[in-house]
């Protein structure tokens, strides 16, 4: 049987491994250049700095599971300190409780480290980079795929592995019920709307003052703030929008 992957971000890319280390036939299509979806991790004098997704908790024991699995070294959020916080008036309190990202784990190397580890494992036979499937049609045969480069793929199943309200911009034929397509674009895209910056400094002057790096306003632009600073290497402070 032979599988047709779209997407190739943490979901489509884990998936893939596994297929891929139980011998079975698939393909894996991603529309961009790289792989990871919104993981996207950025180095700078040695450190990495997460600008998508970078933390998760104990209690989630896939990706616990997953990083053991492979190898990769988790450490603890730095959360020692006062957070700060904004009203909508613009001011400012200290002490209003912890640290907002207390307990929450990162990933040595930030989480491109998993993305790049569980690619090592899939062939690259296997992946079809740079392009999209615009039109999916069931026949005898199988699921046709009709790609964005003129080529077409024929698979058993297909499996969306992306956003739902991107999923729902790809041609079905037979058509999906109209229930199915509106319910489709209607699901939001977690953090969609936001956006991540990241500010480096020579020292964490924050950690020196008793402040943990956590901050957040009522009044914006950047909503919240959080210490980003790697295991070693590089002091920083992240702001989402």
């Given at each position: 049987?032979?599988?047709?992957?779209?997407?190739?971000?943490?979901?489509?890319?884990?998936?893939?491994?596994?297929?891929?280390?139980?011998?079975?036939?698939?393909?894996?299509?991603?529309?961009?250049?790289?792989?990871?979806?919104?993981?996207?991790t950025?180095?700078?004098?040695?450190?990495?700095?997460?600008?998508?997704?970078?933390?998760?908790?104990?209690?989630?024991?896939?990706?616990?599971?997953?990083?053991?699995?492979?190898?990769?070294?988790?450490?603890?959020q730095?959360?020692?300190?006062?957070?700060?916080?904004?009203?909508a008036?613009?001011?400012?309190?200290?002490?209003?409780?912890?640290?907002?990202?207390?307990g929450?784990?990162?990933?040595?190397?930030?989480?491109?480290?998993?993305?790049?580890?569980?690619?090592?494992?899939?062939?690259?036979?296997?992946?079809?980079?740079?392009?999209?499937?615009?039109?999916?049609?069931?026949?005898?045969?199988?699921?046709?795929?009709?790609?964005?480069?003129?080529?077409?793929?024929?698979?058993?199943?297909?499996?969306?592995?992306?956003?739902?309200?991107?999923?729902a911009q790809?041609?079905?034929?037979p058509?999906?019920?109209?229930?199915?397509?509106?319910?489709?674009?209607s699901?939001?895209?977690?953090?969609?709307?936001?956006?991540?910056?990241?500010?480096?400094?020579?020292?964490?002057?924050?950690?020196?003052?008793?402040?943990?790096?956590?901050?957040?306003s009522?009044?914006g632009?950047?909503?919240?703030?959080?210490?980003?600073?790697?295991?070693?290497?590089?002091?920083?402070?992240?702001?989402?929008?």
């Amino acid at each position: 049987m032979r599988t047709l992957i779209i997407g190739g971000g943490l979901s489509g890319l884990a998936l893939a491994e596994a297929l891929a280390t139980k011998g079975h036939d698939f393909t894996l299509i991603e529309a961009r250049d790289r792989l990871g979806g919104r993981i996207l991790t950025e180095h700078h004098a040695g450190a990495a700095f997460d600008l998508g997704p970078a933390w998760f908790w104990e209690g989630q024991p896939r990706i616990a599971a997953l990083l053991n699995r492979l190898g990769l070294i988790a450490f603890e959020q730095f959360s020692t300190g006062d957070l700060l916080f904004e009203d909508a008036q613009g001011h400012v309190q200290r002490g209003r409780g912890g640290a907002s990202m207390e307990g929450s784990l990162r990933l040595m190397g930030g989480l491109s480290a998993l993305i790049a580890a569980l690619t090592a494992r899939v062939p690259m036979q296997n992946m079809v980079m740079n392009t999209a499937v615009t039109a999916l049609t069931a026949t005898a045969s199988g699921i046709t795929a009709t790609l964005s480069n003129g080529d077409s793929l024929v698979a058993d199943q297909v499996i969306l592995a992306m956003p739902p309200r991107l999923a729902a911009q790809i041609q079905c034929s037979p058509a999906l019920p109209d229930t199915a397509m509106a319910a489709m674009r209607s699901v939001k895209t977690w953090m969609a709307g936001q956006a991540k910056a990241v500010a480096v400094y020579d020292t964490p002057f924050w950690r020196e003052d008793g402040l943990s790096g956590d901050a957040s306003s009522r009044r914006g632009p950047m909503v919240e703030i959080h210490d980003a600073s790697p295991a070693s290497g590089g002091d920083v402070l992240m702001f989402l929008l």
